[in-house]
Each structure stands twice: as C-alpha cells, then as structure tokens.
C-alpha cells in the first residue's frame, strides 16, 4: 500500500461548480498536512496546510479526520485557472527534518 | 526577486555520461532538498541538506551525490550509476523552523538516450 493514495482523476468540471478529492494515508503517526497545486510541466506550489480543525482559504477549504486517515480538498466555485494537479502531501512522525511524503496527484480540468 | 532558479531547463545526455543539475536560491533558506517526478508518480525525495557542509540521503539516493559547500547551492550529480536517470528534477529550500513550507524551483527536465 502506498504511504499517501489519491484518486488520480482527471477530474472535468464546468466553471462555476464545486470539487473535492480525497487523499489517504497508511502512517498512523503522521503529523502534518498539506495540499500543494502543480501546474502543467511546473514546480508543485503549497496551496494549503490541513489543519485538525478544518480550515478554509477563500473558496479552499481543507479537512482531515485521523480516524479513518484522510484529508480532503474541496474547492468552490471552480475558475478555469483551478486546473492543475493537486498533491496530498504528508509529513509522518519520526521522519527526518523536512521530509515529506507525496501523493500522485490529482489532475483537475475547469472547462467553460 | 528572491527565488531558486535551476538549470538548464532540458538536459539531454548519452548514457553512462555523469551529469550535474544546478540550483541555487537567494531566500536565505537553511535547507534544501532535491526531488525527482516520474509521470503519474509523487515526488521522490533524492537527498536533502539542513545546513551547509551537512547533507542526507533522502528515500531514492543511490546513483545520485550532492555538494553543499555554500548556503545558496546545492548541485546534484546524475552518476552512471543510475539506472533509470531520465526525469522532471526539482530542488526546493525551506526557512529554519519550517521545513514542510518547501519553495520549489522550476525543474530540470534530463533525457538519458
């Protein structure tokens, strides 16, 4: 099993709707979260650190629920320049400094 | 502007060549962190270096060697030894006490043939 899973998509959404994806992760110790967008043939960009609490950035709103090992993205009215790929990204506990592990990716395409 | 910069932005080479990868940053950062992408795949990390003169392997090191002789560099060597070098390379850096706020350069792009 792979340390952080997501649904690879592609997800096609008109402008205007709403998305979420999901992410999982098999490390129970893992301590910190965070989403990071990536651009077609781009460097990956932190979006947003995932909170205990939830938390939520504009039309971005984060979640994770250790119970059942999963943070989720949901995005709101969806604008073209929202397609990318969107990495889970994870930090597990007792894992050397600044070592962070990433998802595959999920590839979001807004279309008009 | 502060910022990294790595190049070239496509490096093609012949195999059982060396190759060096450069990347530097001007953010005053104390880490940096080398990356490879396969398509359809998460990041892997190669090695990484919380201070200068100090560097550690990270999950996929093995044909791979680095340097940290300055704070602003971090060059990463693609040795012969690596089987399967072709792939998008990404260097990152991070500020002391945040080291999950990685600030990611634009890539290499190297093509062994």
């Known amino acids: 099993r792979k340390e952080v899973e997501q649904d690879p998509g592609p997800f096609n959404v008109p402008e205007g709707a709403t998305v979420a994806f999901n992410c999982t992760y098999s490390?129970?110790?893992?301590?910190?979260f965070f989403w990071y967008r990536q651009d077609c043939r781009k460097e990956p960009k932190l979006l947003m650190s995932?909170?205990?609490s939830g938390n939520e950035d504009g039309r971005f709103t984060a979640q994770l629920n250790r119970a059942s090992q999963y943070i989720s993205l949901l995005i709101r009215d969806s604008k073209l320049s929202d397609s990318a790929t969107y990495l889970c990204v994870v930090k597990a506990g007792g894992t050397s400094y600044g070592k962070l592990t990433f998802g595959q990716g999920t590839i979001l395409t807004v279309h008009p | 502007d502060g910022g990294i910069t790595q190049s070239p932005k496509y490096l093609f080479r012949k195999e059982g060549q060396n190759v060096t990868l450069s990347c530097e940053q001007n953010l005053n950062h104390d880490a940096m962190y080398w990356y490879r992408q396969d398509p359809g795949q998460g990041l892997r990390l190669i090695y990484y270096?919380?201070?200068?003169?100090?560097?550690q392997k990270g999950d996929i090191a093995e044909g791979y060697s680095v340097s940290r002789e300055k704070k602003e560099s971090f060059p990463l060597t693609v040795t012969s030894a690596q089987k399967n070098p072709t792939a998008f390379y990404l260097c990152?850096?991070?500020?002391?006490?945040?080291?999950?706020?990685?600030?990611f350069g634009p890539g290499t792009r190297l093509t062994v043939t």
């Open positions: 995932v909170y205990s």
């Open positions: 490390n129970s110790a893992s301590q910190s």
């Open positions: 270096s919380q201070i200068v003169n100090d560097f």
């Open positions: 990152a850096s991070s500020k002391q006490g945040s080291p999950y706020e990685q600030y």
